[in-house]
């Protein structure tokens, strides 16, 4: 994909990428391997604090955990292009996307919540940014964020 | 593997293959790249209204958690083989199949709910359909289901 | 990978590497398709019991948890081994973990117990072993297990 229109295309909408997460010592924020690309959980940070922490139905509002699916693709896409070398040029697309929601028992808006990641990752890439995707709920998530998100992409190989 | 083929066996059964679900504006049902396909979480669904909406250990009987994940399998195959352009003809065989089962933290037969679902691919796909997977408990699912099932495709490219 | 350093690395830190879980009528403990190889959800077992049963955050301790964690981690490097026709020869790089760890709505220290299973593979395989990996809760799991564990890998084809 084009590098300088996605980048572009955030700027429009007035949208920072974040820098990649870090590499931890035990795993690694993104894993390229032939035309796949893994990208590891996120959770939406801000700052280096969890954006709305709590659970669905709960503490977070829907329009919070909205925000924070869209923050964690937004994060997800930073370490993607991160782990492709620093552009998105070998993006091809987004093939799967899976969205874990902290959420209470009760709740059943899981997809709503999941709707803030993929709306956004089609806005910024268009078609190729459209993906299968799960969407189910979790009693908990690591440092108590609302939502994690797993992408999984096809890249052209370097 | 042959299209005809499956779908007699599918009439032998009396299963009724359901219409793919339909594309959704954020995302899609099943995205193939390659020689992988990648099914959306499904959720059982009769006559547009969730089947069996609950918890297994609570409101959900085990055989209606087993009817819900066979139920989910059969969507799967069905958004698997609109994807394939209406045949199974591409499909090479199922890869891995995750069953997230709604249940209360005293539930410990994932296993067998999720069998509803591995069980019924084998028997419609033979060796073809056997599968790596992955059975787990979630407090709550979209719309109240009680099963989701994900399912990744090997498939030879077009 | 080469085999034989493989096991004097387990062999270093006294670990045997446990038979690999035996195939199941409904579902195989390992796919490999092409380049990718893909083992089903493991729960950690010892002597055909589950080890440490209960969830993080109330009967199971953080330890405990870690325990599970690193032992399922080798399970799962068992089932890839044998599926890779018994040795890590063709095994290329571990690409993705996903960590589901039984917990309490409070708990929050998913990629400590996660670690467990990360630090481990990274210290048997090497850089080969680092992984984009996700960590999320859940109310239960399988047979009362506090962690389960989804690993997909990179390998060369047969």
Redesign the interface.
């Known amino acids: 994909m084009d590098d300088e229109r996605i980048l572009d295309r955030l700027r429009e909408l007035d949208i920072e990428l974040p820098p990649p997460p870090p590499a931890i010592?035990?795993?690694?924020?993104?894993?390229v391997?032939?035309?796949?690309a893994?990208?590891?959980?996120q959770i939406a940070m801000n700052d280096g604090v969890v954006l709305h922490p709590g659970?669905l139905g709960e503490r977070v509002s829907l329009d919070e955990g909205v925000d924070a699916a869209r923050r964690a693709a937004l994060q997800a896409l930073s370490a993607l292009r991160d782990a492709l070398g620093g552009s998105f040029e070998r993006l091809?697309?987004i093939?799967?996307?899976?969205v874990?929601v902290?959420?209470?028992?009760?709740?059943?808006?899981?997809?709503k919540v999941a709707?803030g990641a993929?709306?956004f990752v089609?806005e910024i890439l268009g078609d190729s940014g459209?993906?299968?995707?799960?969407?189910?709920?979790?009693?908990?998530?690591?440092?108590?964020a609302p939502v994690?998100l797993?992408m999984?992409a096809?890249v052209r190989s370097a």
Chains 1, 2, 3 share one sequence.
């Open positions: 010592a035990a795993y690694l924020p993104c894993v391997h032939g035309s796949l893994f990208v590891a959980g659970s091809e697309r093939l799967q996307v899976t874990f902290a959420s209470v028992p009760s709740f059943v808006d899981h997809p709707n993929s709306e089609a459209r993906h299968a995707r799960a969407a189910v709920g979790v009693p908990s998530l690591p440092l108590g994690e797993v999984t096809a």
